[in-house]
Each structure stands twice: as structure tokens, then as C-alpha cells.
């Protein structure tokens, strides 16, 4: 288990524990501010701040350890994730009692274009994302925020995963959770800091796993994999995947690549 397991999860995964949706949580007023300016402060200025980064990782090939370590703490105070198996999906969003569907921010932040591919979940009466400022995007409040059924969530969900997308919950001022995310690499906020060796989100609490008596070698995971987790090794005189399990994730792409079969998700 992660270490926010440890700090919240009471016994249990941390993303599982009800008390991280609890409406006292909400009502805090610091996180009720924190919501209120969430487009502009954490996602606009993020990736005002990224696309620094990023030129300087290129020209130094690393960024400063204080500087990560910094970016990594504020990230675990405030907006941190995790990596969700489909699994993790039906489970979580199976019992929310209100699903909306919204824009991507970190899409319109950096391209201004409006892909609705999040998700925020409430488990009380009291749903803490009527305080999501909708204007961010040009939209009116309750053109903003689509309701759908957790049926119907988990189901669109499922298509973007068919399409590539990893699955992430994210907090809101950490340890109240908010948001499930289904992002590609080069448009999420949090995956593009894995590039630059900043990790704003754990691994999931699965990773993947390879029957080698079944892999074939053709390589469809590896394409498949958003990390750079797989990779081929000889066994016997045959190819075969070999997954690493400090890069994987635990997103689960790759077993819906394979046409084998030969791809399960274990616990980490």
C-alpha cells in the first residue's frame, strides 16, 4: 500500500476509505477556496509552471532534487493522485450517489479545447463540485457540470479505456477525493510530470504480470503501455514481455492489448 494508506486510509486503501469523501471534509472552509479558484491557481498556473519545467529538463536532462521534492510535498497537500484499474472504476463510482461529467482542464488550459473525459463523484447529499467555477471554461454553471447515472459513467469510462486512457482519482486538498480522471500522457498535467521524473500520483495498488507459457511475443502490450513498463527478453529461445514493476503503473492497458491472455493484474 501507498503511504497515504497509512495516513488515510483507516485499515484500508486510501481511495476506498468513506471518511476521504465525508461532507465534514467538504465543509472545511480553507478546501471550499481551494475549489472555488481551482481552474486558474492549480491547472492554469500548473501548466504555466510545467511548460518551464519542461524546457529546462531538456536542456539539463534532470530537475534540481530540491525542486522535486518541493513540488512533489505541495502536490501531496493539495491535488495528488493515483492510477485506477477499470476495477477500481465500478467499484468507486458504482456507489457515489451523484456522477458529473466535465471538461478536461488541463485540455483547455494548454489547447482550449473541451474534451469531457473527467468525472466528479460525490457520496453526500451535499455535492462539494457546485462550488467548480464553470465560468473557467465559458460555460454557464449548469451547462458545466453534465449529471450522469454511475451506470453511465462507468460505461463511458470504459470506452476511453478501450481509446488509451489511464485512470486516475485525484484529491482535493488532500485526503478529502474528488475527481476521477481518464487522461492520455501528452494531456494530463500529472502524467506529463512523470516525464520529467516528478511523480504527483502513486502507482496503482495492482501492476501487471506476464504468463509466460502464454505470451506469444508480438509486442501489442508494449505498444500499449503508457509507462514504458514493458519491454521483450528471451526465454528458451523465445521472445516474451517482461513488465517492470517499479515503471508499471497498474493501469491494466496492456492486458486489454493482448491477445493471449496473457496479461493479469496482481496486487503490488
Not at 146 to 155: D, F, G, L, T
Amino acid at each position: 500500500m501507498c503511504e497515504f494508506c497509512t495516513k488515510h486510509g483507516d485499515g484500508k486503501v486510501w481511495f476506498k476509505n468513506a471518511a476521504n469523501y465525508g461532507r465534514d471534509l467538504m465543509a472545511d472552509l480553507e478546501r471550499r477556496g481551494y475549489i472555488k479558484g481551482f481552474f486558474t491557481s492549480t491547472i492554469e498556473e500548473g501548466i504555466v509552471t510545467l511548460g518551464r519545467l519542461e524546457t529546462l529538463y531538456r536542456k539539463k536532462k534532470q530537475l534540481p532534487p530540491r525542486l522535486v521534492k518541493a513540488m512533489v510535498d505541495k502536490a501531496k497537500q493539495e491535488h495528488f493522485g493515483q492510477v485506477l484499474t477499470i476495477e477500481d472504476i465500478r467499484a468507486m463510482v458504482g456507489r457515489a450517489a451523484t456522477v458529473v461529467r466535465l471538461p478536461c482542464a488541463c485540455r483547455w488550459a494548454s489547447m482550449k479545447k473541451e474534451q469531457r473525459v473527467c468525472y466528479s463523484v460525490s457520496y453526500t447529499p451535499d455535492a462539494w463540485y457546485d462550488d467548480l467555477d464553470m465560468g473557467y471554461f465559458g460555460l454557464a454553471q449548469d451547462e458545466g457540470l453534465e449529471r450522469v447515472s454511475p451506470e453511465e459513467a462507468i460505461a463511458q469510462m470504459e470506452a476511453l479505456e478501450e481509446h488509451g486512457a489511464v485512470h486516475t482519482i485525484w484529491t482535493m486538498m488532500t485526503p478529502f477525493i474528488g475527481a476521477i480522471c481518464n487522461c492520455q500522457p501528452g494531456d494530463c498535467l500529472g502524467l506529463r510530470t512523470l516525464a520529467l521524473d516528478v511523480e504527483t500520483m502513486f502507482r496503482g495498488e495492482q501492476r501487471a504480470r506476464v504468463d509466460e507459457e502464454s505470451c506469444s511475443g508480438c509486442g501489442a502490450c508494449q505498444e500499449a503501455c503508457q509507462f514504458g513498463a514493458i519491454s521483450s527478453q528471451t526465454l528458451d529461445g523465445d521472445q516474451v514481455a517482461r513488465v517492470s514493476p517499479h515503471q508499471c503503473f497498474g493501469c491494466g492497458l496492456c492486458r486489454n492489448a493482448c491477445p493471449e491472455q496473457a496479461l493479469s493484474m496482481v496486487e503490488r
